[in-house]
């Protein structure tokens, strides 16, 4: 979902993750030197990535890449919270997100990889508004139109596309790609393949355009979260054109004038160049082990919805998930210039628990200047997650 120079909105990182918060007092300068990196895995994701996508958008981020896997601990805020954008708008579909070894997701398609099988997969569909559609090469395919989504399910492997997460969903290019049928990104993209050969794979990982760093300037950049036992690690990775001097001093300033948040704390940030790449990094102290709050650990939800024209009436199915605590789930009307305006009201408020197989319906006409329902995660008077959105079509 990107036009390389471009700045929007990023893809997977929906929550403010772009990186300009958590400042460091005013004049305080971070310390250069050594610091000791672990190393990185294999860039596998990138073969998901066809070489034919659609690069000329306004997108910030086109591809993320996370492996989920337990997340107990002291990690660093900001790893969470990223991780909290990710689990989100993950569908369930019979497989816990912890429970999957990789998520690659772009602005095609989301591909989940691990160890399960296809039926456990099969089984929580039939439970869903999602119906059989065929075949592509060896995957079963699933679909539904109430948002436009649809699944390929193997052994191992599914791919999922959905209208509200993916700006050009394309299930069978990504299959293409992902099992070789056709080029991949990197096979034809030098600075694609420059920089997923220097950042490998991560615990979390976004490739494409720094929202706070050098967006006019660098052709493509790279931001990952490495984790062991004793700190985070957060590195960045730009690569610039040949008309740029001096990219390390490029990245030096930016990290001082912007303040980026993974560098704040760091005692000691390491800036190295390989040609036209330049690579920040910096050992991130591990934050104290305590309970965190429920909100950066959202449920993965199937939703289900439907729209009555006549009546303006919105119902609202919890197809797949969690049975959860009724008065964590809250709806809010999004009137169309809303800006930091949030007013949750119960979704379920006469159940304690909801899950699997209920339904609300929500009154749309209560507030007339409303274009969408936003579905929203945490405590009433707090802003809490936005879990879900609907914007109804509306016939004239």
């Not at 274009?371 to 914007?391: E, Q």
Request: negative net charge; hydrophobic residues 35%; contains cysteine.
């Amino acid at each position: 979902m990107l036009h390389r120079g471009a700045t929007a909105v990023a893809i997977g990182l929906t929550t403010g993750l772009s990186g300009c918060s958590g400042l460091p007092p005013l004049g305080d300068k971070p310390q250069y030197g050594r610091v000791d990196i672990p190393d990185p895995g294999p860039p596998e994701y990138r073969r998901w990535l066809p070489a034919g996508w659609d690069s000329d958008t306004n997108e910030d981020w086109f591809l993320t890449y996370v492996e989920p896997g337990p997340f107990d601990g002291p990690v660093p805020e900001e790893l969470v919270s990223r991780r909290a954008a990710q689990r989100r708008d993950l569908e369930y579909l019979g497989v816990g997100y912890e429970n999957y070894d990789s998520l690659t997701r772009t602005n095609l398609a989301t591909v989940r990889e691990g160890t399960f099988s296809a039926d456990t997969v099969r089984s929580a569909l039939t439970d869903s508004g999602y119906e059989p559609d065929g075949t592509y090469r060896n995957y079963d395919l699933y679909a539904r139109s109430d948002i436009p989504r649809r699944v390929a399910v193997r052994d191992g492997v599914v791919v999922s596309t959905s209208a509200s997460l993916h700006r050009t969903p394309d299930l069978e290019a990504t299959i293409d790609a992902g099992d070789g049928h056709t080029e991949r990104y990197h096979e034809v993209d030098p600075t694609f393949e420059a920089v997923t050969d220097a950042v490998g794979a991560s615990r979390l990982l976004s490739i494409g355009n720094h929202p706070s760093l050098n967006p006019t300037v660098a052709a493509l950049g790279a931001d990952a979260f490495r984790v062991d036992e004793d700190a985070a690690y957060h590195v960045l990775f730009e690569q610039y054109p040949e008309t740029v001097e001096q990219p390390g001093e490029r990245m030096k300033s930016a990290i001082e004038d912007e303040h980026y948040t993974g560098m704040a704390a760091a005692d000691t940030i390491d800036i190295g160049v390989d040609g036209r790449l330049a690579t920040a990094g910096a050992r991130v102290p591990l934050q104290p082990d305590e309970p965190r709050d429920f909100v950066p650990d959202p449920p993965q939800i199937t939703w289900g919805v439907a729209f009555d024209a006549e009546t303006s009436t919105v119902t609202l199915r919890y197809e797949l998930g969690p049975e959860l605590d009724a008065d964590r789930l809250w709806y809010d009307l999004v009137p169309v210039d809303a800006v930091n305006r949030i007013e949750n009201q119960p979704l379920w408020p006469d159940r304690d628990t909801v899950g699997p197989g209920d339904e609300t319906t929500v009154e749309m006409s209560d507030r007339p200047d409303a274009d969408g329902v936003d579905v929203r995660w945490g405590p009433k008077d707090d802003p809490g997650m936005r879990l879900f959105s609907y914007v109804p079509e509306r016939t004239e």
